[in-house]
């Protein structure tokens, strides 16, 4: 069985951190690139970063460039999602998901996703 499990998310004031987890089981790590999604109520799902299993490639989204950081222990099969500099409007539901290698250049597609988590929310008080 697939699961994508998400955790580390909660309430962190304005310029603080968190540190979200992926934890993957039920398919062979090294074929997927794992990334990061956020949505935000009303708002559509926005591809946050990625990051190949692979060669470690790394992919963010303009809007957390330099505050985001995205890596991989593939030993125990999880990526992790730092986040610094935290603002109000980084609130959102956080989902992890599993890219097929080949389809790198879609990161930023929600569609092209093979495997979602649940979720974790992240909400920045100002």
């Known amino acids: 069985e697939v699961q994508l499990v998400e955790s580390g998310g909660g309430l962190v004031q304005t310029g603080g951190s968190l540190r979200l987890s992926c934890a993957a089981s039920?398919?062979?790590?090294?074929?997927?690139?794992i990334g990061w999604f956020r949505q935000a109520p009303g708002k559509e799902r926005e591809g946050v970063s990625c990051i190949s299993s692979s060669d470690g490639s790394t992919y963010y989204a303009d809007s957390v460039k330099g505050r985001f950081t995205i890596s991989s222990d593939n030993a125990k099969r999880t990526v992790y999602l730092q986040m610094n500099s935290l603002k109000p409007e980084d609130t959102a539901v956080y989902y992890c998901?599993?890219?097929?290698?080949?389809?790198?250049?879609?990161?930023?597609?929600?569609?092209?996703?093979?495997?979602w988590g649940q979720g974790t929310q992240v909400t920045v008080s100002s």
């Open positions: 039920g398919f062979t790590f090294d074929d997927y690139a």
């Open positions: 998901a599993a890219l097929r290698s080949g389809r790198l250049r879609r990161w930023n597609r929600s569609s092209y996703y093979s495997y």
